[in-house]
């Protein structure tokens, strides 16, 4: 287990300098001088020649590059032109609050996209199949930004069952946090429930034609407990393999429901930079996302082969 | 669909039938067929935008600001006087247009470098392989706003971005069935026979990993569209004054409690067409997999 993980590790790193790569490209597609945009409202020459220095723009590109890694590996993306906050710190402060949003929307995921997915293949072809099947698409068909906007209008504006809006940290209030998270966790969670609804069904549907069902259902077990000890704990490998996965989505959606909820978090942070053209923290952002991705990769692929020990010998 | 003009002997035996059950298959369903019915829907809509009898989408009305829908405005307007109706339609082509074109690039890029990936194998296949695992690494989102960022924001600076981001899907599809298809007889049999790897792809691997293509595109454009939509709804799609659902989104939101059917009409668009594309991809998913007859 310890040398397939090493391995695994191994094989990223090439992906993870190809990232780097792409991040540090980034800059030069930028026109005109770089070093103006650096520098923000700066234009005197001292101030432009010292940023020119640090950032190494006198050196030959792959210089640069190594440089720029270099610092990265120490934790220093750079700084943000907006606030004077180091770029990893500004990240830091804003993951908690998108953590918490996606945590909130894989829990409303989970509990919705399972259950719905196991009813719907033990019922199949039923109308209960029908319905789960046309809620699920038009789960994934629905924009979610269009989702949240009618949801702020029909239990915010028509209701006044939640705020529309306003974020409260955890640690002050977790109740009020909680509540104000309700919504946007749930429209973030919609299209993750239906892709989980989707392959819970048919990881069920062909478990659920095995032998050792037929077996467990002839030795006279309660339909319930076929279903869920039997059944659902051999259909959850692709499930868990498909929950590591979604992470890329979810981190996607969170820009969107951020932006529509006004949470301050990782998503809003990016947006907000694009507006700013504070190029460091857009950077920081889409390296830090990247790795980020690639060791959910390898945790999706490990808790792959703990779930499933016959993938271990191969 | 290429298929069937290929001059490959061996394929025409077997496609007059493939085809006609493909059709039944296509009929027989609903769902697929109320798919397609909702695609071309849009699409007819889209291509007619310009003579239909409908205002000029950008054309201003200080006197009919925020109008509720009435006859005059069947969507009523939006904040400043603009017909939300004439918005849709020509909004309609830019997310058609978006949708079609970044699948279009995700396909003319990632199939024939998945294709060479399965094809050679050993180290090609590597590069290959790693350059995808680097893009897939990218949630599309990220990268079309780091696009957006360091290029500027325009549609076809999105479309690009969602281009590139879909590439890694359709790279692993086109290497997984071209690796199947090369296990096969025929193919043995025609490299024997000592045909050019060029021409043996394009000859028996293309026809033969065709179909799923076509579903796999027809998926895509639907998310593709969503992604559009985003980006516009974000500032980094279309830009003002040109019509686009996001952006009328964007700017609807300030407005729902004055206006709500700004946001009402375009969310809907989103929906049905994307509803109806992946209607449709599931259809054709069906009616083209092998496996059950």
Known sequence: MLAFIGRRILIAIPTIILISIFVFTLQHLLPGDPILVLAGEERDPEVLEFLREKYRLNDPIPIQYLAWVGSALQGDLGISLRTNQPVLELIGEKLPVTLQLAVMALVFALVIGVPAGVLSAYKKGTWIDWVANVVALSGLSVPNFWLGIMMILLVSVKLGWLPASGYQPFSEDPLQSIRTMLMPAFVLGTALAATLMRHTRSAMLSVLQSDYIRTARAKGLAERVVLVKHALRNALVPIVTVTTLIFGELLAGAVLTEQIFTIPGFGKLVVDAVFNRDYAVVQGIVLCTGVAFIFMNILADVAYRVLNPRMRDK | ?293
Not at chain 2, 231 to 237: A, E, I, K, V
Request: charged share 15%; glycine share 8%; aromatic share 8%.
């Open chain 2, 1 to 293: 669909m290429t298929a069937a003009t290929e001059p490959a002997e061996t394929a025409t035996a077997t496609l007059p039938r493939k085809q006609s059950r493909f059709l039944r298959k296509m009929r027989a369903s609903p769902a697929a067929l109320l798919g397609g019915a909702i695609v071309l829907f849009f699409v007819v809509v889209a291509l007619l935008a310009p003579i239909l009898p409908i205002v000029d989408p950008v054309a201003t009305d200080w006197m009919a600001v925020r109008q509720a829908p009435s006859a005059a405005h069947p969507f009523g307007t939006d904040e400043i006087g603009r017909d939300v109706l004439s918005r849709m339609v020509w909004g309609a082509r830019a997310s058609l247009l978006a949708g079609v074109i970044s699948v279009a690039i995700a396909v003319c890029l990632g199939v024939p470098l998945g294709v060479m990936a399965g094809y050679f194998g050993g180290w090609t296949d590597a590069v290959i392989s790693r350059v995808t695992e680097a893009l897939l690494a990218a949630p599309f989102l990220i990268l079309a706003i780091a696009l957006a960022a360091f290029l500027g924001p325009s549609l076809t600076n999105a479309m690009i971005a969602i281009g590139l981001s879909a590439m890694p899907i359709f790279i692993r599809l086109a290497r997984g069935q071209t690796m199947m298809v090369m296990t096969e007889d025929y193919v043995e049999s025609a490299r024997a026979v000592g045909l050019k790897p060029f021409a043996l792809v394009s000859r028996y691997v293309v026809p033969n990993i065709f179909p799923p293509i076509l579903v796999q595109a027809t998926l895509t454009i639907a998310t593709a569209i969503i992604a559009e939509a985003s980006l516009s709804f974000l500032g980094l799609g279309q830009q003002p004054p040109a019509p686009s659902w996001g952006s009328m989104l964007n700017v609807a939101k300030n407005f729902l409690e004055q206006a709500p059917w700004m946001a009402l009409y375009p969310g809907a668009g989103i929906f049905l067409v994307v509803l109806g594309f992946n209607l449709f991809g599931d259809g054709l998913r069906d009616a083209l997999d092998p496996r059950d007859h």
